[in-house]
C-alpha cells in the first residue's frame, strides 16, 4: 500500500510560483513512475508532469518550459516547481504513483493517488 499526500497549493498570481510536493510512503517507492495531474472545475484529469524511476521525465506540452519535476529517493517525495504561472493553471493537482514505473499520460495507469491541492492563479 502505497500513500501519497501533497502540499503547497495556494493562490498566486499571474506570472508568480508555487513549488508542490509529494510525500509518499512505501519502501518501493524509488520503483515507481511519479506523476503529476490536474483538474479543473468541470474538465477531465489531465497530465501535468512524470519523473520515473531512472529519471527520465515527460510534460505536457501546455507546460513544458515553465514547470519542473524532481524526486527525491531518501526522503520519498516528488516536487513540482510551477514558474510563470497563468489563470488556466487553475486545478486541483494530484500527485499519483505507477507501480509499473511506465509513466503513461493516461490517468488510468496509476494505481495510488493522494487527495489532491488546490492552485488558484489570479489574473
Known amino acids: 500500500q502505497v500513500q501519497l499526500v501533497e502540499s503547497g497549493g495556494g493562490l498566486v498570481q499571474a506570472g508568480g510560483s508555487l513549488r508542490l510536493s509529494c510525500a509518499a510512503s512505501g519502501r518501493t517507492f524509488s520503483n515507481y513512475a511519479m506523476g503529476w495531474f490536474r483538474q479543473a472545475p468541470g474538465k477531465e484529469r489531465e497530465f501535468v508532469a512524470v519523473?520515473?524511476?531512472?529519471?527520465?521525465?515527460d510534460y505536457a506540452h501546455s507546460v513544458k518550459d515553465r514547470f519542473t519535476i524532481s524526486r527525491d529517493s531518501v526522503k520519498n517525495t516528488v516536487n513540482l516547481q510551477m514558474n510563470s504561472l497563468k489563470p488556466e493553471d487553475t486545478a486541483v493537482y494530484y500527485c499519483a504513483a505507477d507501480v509499473n514505473n511506465w509513466g503513461q499520460i493516461s490517468p488510468l495507469q496509476y494505481d495510488y493517488w493522494g487527495q489532491g491541492t488546490q492552485v488558484t492563479v489570479s489574473s
Open positions: 519523473i520515473r524511476s531512472g529519471g527520465i521525465k
